[in-house]
């Protein structure tokens, strides 16, 4: 872990972004609860010493079932692919506040999984909201649940909140093929939005054409607590 967390690093200072395809890097941790202050302090610093090279969150865990053996996200969203042509690459922690990082992370943290994604439907905007539930998908047929889905965003209309579809490629659990975020100010705009949405022509649309096409692997709800790269 303490090589994994070095290659982190050594990607701060080397990546240049360039305006492709963008993909994602989400580090999936449980950070032990004495230490998440200690953590999040020295995250600031490193974040505040350095020009991010991605749009980076920090995300909380509100909700999970049994699947859900984490407490935080750190995810990590480029521009581009190119944005991650250096991750796996190793080298020294590249300032003082790297190296405090580094310690806090090998102290307080441990790496549960990391997934590499692709947004297929997604505004960087959507992050702006706090509250995200994240539906875990086993997608049998992705041309014609995708269509699906782009037809039920279309009809989807509120100014508090978002839809997202992400395809998971690298690291994700066996029966995980995409992931189904919906993005809210906070758990009480989520609920009544979701009053609102199961009552929607568009959702019934959407059941009809996409019927068997897809089923719910498992589902977490996240806070965001730290942006950064802003």
């Known amino acids: 872990m303490k090589k994994f967390i070095l290659l982190i690093l050594a990607v701060f200072a080397t990546v240049n972004l360039n305006a492709q395809s963008p993909a994602w890097v989400c580090m999936n941790v449980s950070v032990e609860p004495a230490g998440q202050e200690e953590f999040v302090e020295a995250l600031d610093n490193f974040m505040g010493s350095i020009d991010v090279p991605f749009y980076v969150t920090l995300n909380e865990v509100q909700f999970g079932n049994s699947d859900v053996e984490f407490s935080h996200q750190l995810c990590f969203l480029g521009e581009s692919s190119e944005s991650f042509a250096n991750w796996g690459v190793g080298g020294t922690p590249p300032s003082v506040e790297g190296v405090l990082f580094f310690n806090a992370f090998q102290d307080f943290v441990e790496v549960e999984q990391v997934i590499l994604g692709q947004p297929m439907l997604f505004s960087a905007d959507n992050l702006d909201y706090n509250f995200g539930a994240v539906f875990a998908l086993n997608v049998s047929d992705p041309q014609k649940f995708g269509g699906a889905f782009?037809?039920?965003?279309?009809?989807?209309?509120?100014?508090?909140?978002?839809?997202?579809?992400?395809?998971?490629?690298?690291?994700?659990?066996?029966?995980?093929?995409?992931?189904?975020?919906?993005r809210t100010n906070n758990v009480g705009s989520f609920l009544s939005g979701r009053a609102e949405f199961m009552s929607s022509q568009g959702l019934s649309r959407?059941?009809?054409?996409?019927?068997?096409t897809f089923e719910q692997v498992f589902s977490f709800g996240v806070r965001i607590i730290k942006r950064y790269g802003q």
């Open 206 to 212: 959407f059941i009809s054409s996409a019927q068997g």
């Open 150 to 182: 782009t037809r039920l965003l279309e009809s989807y209309d509120s100014d508090n909140g978002s839809f997202e579809l992400h395809e998971a490629l690298i690291g994700q659990e066996s029966d995980v093929t995409h992931y189904w975020v919906v």
